[in-house]
T-cell receptor, first 112, second 110 residues
Framework: GQQVMQIPQYQHVQEGEDFTTYCNSS?????IQWYKQRSGGHPVFLIQ?????EVKKQKRLTFQFGEAKKNSSLHITATQTTDVGTYFC????????????FGQGTTLQVKP | NAGVTQTPKFRILKIGQSMTLQCAQD?????MYWYRQDPGMGLKLIYY???????DKGEVPNGYNVSRSTTEYFPLRLELAAPSQTSVYFC?????????FGSGTRLTVV
């Protein structure tokens, strides 16, 4: 079935270091979305990427969608303790009426 | 504007019992979804709906049922609860740009 693979599963960084999580699909995606979930909370929508090669920025967060629309990445520059949480990518495919399939998530811990 | 409201927040069920998880949204979104999240794992799609009267199975539908009689409500029914259904359940809605999630129902089956 359709699935997205996300790596790494965990990442521990020192505050101020950069962080990147990667998402990969074996088939072409129609779009990919990114969510953040704090411990004990619910996922919160961050961004949606639709176009091949698209790059979007939100302050220290940079989101990329691959040229083949099969992979995506989220890069955080100079992490802060407020960045702690689990980051999920979620993909949808053509013809699946807005249904999202989530990756396993990357849990980020930031040491002050 | 409440967004997506889920009730109850917590529930303990005995094996074989049934219950309905409630979900309501006030954003007039056509799309609604039910996901489950096991500890330390990602979200698995149980059922989804593209509009009132239309529902379809997701990745893990066994043991669950849904209905969508109105745009606002999308209840999830558990029949004959099993320990494998212990999880956190999230309802979400969408207008085709980003999901809005409810705060979740933490269910334990003992």
């Amino acid at each position: 079935g359709q699935q997205v693979m996300q790596i790494p599963q965990y990442q521990h960084v020192q505050e101020g270091e950069d962080f990147t999580t990667y998402c990969n699909s074996s088939t072409t995606l129609s779009n990919i979305q990114w969510y953040k979930q704090r411990s004990g909370g619910h996922p919160v929508f961050l961004i949606q990427l639709v176009k091949s090669g698209e790059v979007k920025k939100q302050k220290r967060l940079t989101f990329q969608f691959g040229e083949a629309k099969k992979n995506s990445s989220l890069h955080i520059t100079a992490t802060q303790t407020t960045d702690v949480g689990t980051y999920f990518c979620a993909g949808s495919w053509a013809g699946n009426t807005g249904k999202l399939i989530f990756g396993q998530g990357t849990t980020l811990q930031v040491k002050p | 504007n409440a967004g997506v409201t889920q009730t109850p927040k917590f529930r303990i069920l005995k094996i074989g019992q049934s219950m309905t998880l409630q979900c309501a949204q006030d954003m007039n979104h056509n799309y609604m979804y039910w996901y489950r999240q096991d500890p330390g794992m990602g979200l698995k799609l149980i059922y989804y709906s593209v509009g009132a009267g239309i529902t379809d199975k997701g990745e893990v539908p066994n043991g669950y049922n849904v209905s969508r009689s109105t745009t606002e409500y999308f209840p999830l029914r558990l029949e004959l609860a099993a320990p494998s259904q212990t999880s956190v359940y999230f309802c979400a809605s969408s207008s085709n740009y980003g999901y809005t999630f409810g705060s979740g129902t933490r269910l334990t089956v003992v």
